[in-house]
């Protein structure tokens, strides 16, 4: 499986500014997705990162809020934008292939937004 | 929408007990299912995984997992639980045209020694 990484591990952010997580894959990878874990709650997909083209968001996200950016095969930013208190969260970067439907998750980045 | 259901949230169990965790999801056509398993401080780990054939899947550190079609079940079981199975499971979905997961709300595992 790949090996993925991600920056910053954690952040505390003010209200109002923004934050760019970064997701590195250690091999070409055909799909990268990003998820939310609110706490206590189960993943919410974000967004799937499409290379060479705009991300595909799911209902409740907008990219005005969560811009996503995947320049090549092996990394994806997601940013964060005017953030809340309710931004809060652990974001986490996936990736998988074309020939296979699992995905294997990134270390997640934790959130906090006073 | 398709959605994932795992009934049980918080699970105490002494050690050599047998497990069983539920999840059943909503889609009625072709599905890929995970177990992942989230222990403390670490990320999520793929446990084991069903696409096709037999539907009695064995995944790492002895979990295995059924496929009941008719009951849209993917139940997790272990017949020995150790303390180190301390962790979060998730139950996760895939649905036909669909690559990204849908998650079960988790079930926290405790392990007693």
């Known amino acids: 499986s790949a090996v993925i990484s991600q920056k910053p591990s954690r952040d505390i952010c003010q209200r109002g500014t923004s934050l760019t997580i970064q997701c590195q894959v250690d091999?070409?990878?055909?799909?990268m997705f990003w998820y939310r874990q609110q706490p206590g709650q189960s993943l919410t997909l974000i967004a799937t990162?499409?290379?060479?083209?705009?991300?595909?968001?799911e209902s409740g996200f907008v990219i005005d809020k969560f811009p996503i950016s995947r320049p090549n095969l092996t990394f994806s930013t997601l940013t964060v934008s005017n953030m809340s208190p309710e931004d809060s969260s652990i974001y986490l970067c996936s990736v998988g292939t074309l020939e296979s439907y699992e995905q294997y998750f990134g270390p997640g980045t934790r959130l906090t937004v006073t | 929408a398709q959605s994932v259901s795992q009934h049980n949230h918080h699970v105490i169990l002494s050690e050599a007990a047998s497990l069983e965790l539920g999840c059943n999801y909503s889609y009625g056509g072709t599905v890929n299912l995970f177990w992942y398993v989230q222990y403390p401080g670490q990320h999520l780990q793929l446990l084991l995984k069903?696409?096709?054939?037999?539907?009695l899947v064995k995944g790492i550190k002895g979990f295995e997992a059924e496929f009941i079609k008719s009951k849209f079940s993917f139940n997790l079981r272990k017949p020995s639980v150790q303390w180190s199975d301390t962790a979060e499971y998730f139950c996760a979905v895939t649905y036909t045209g669909r690559r990204a997961l849908t998650f079960g709300s988790g079930t926290r595992l405790q392990v007693q020694p």
């Open positions: 069903y696409f096709s054939g037999d539907p």
């Open positions: 990162a499409n290379q060479g083209s705009e991300a595909t968001y």
């Open positions: 091999s070409q990878v055909t799909m």
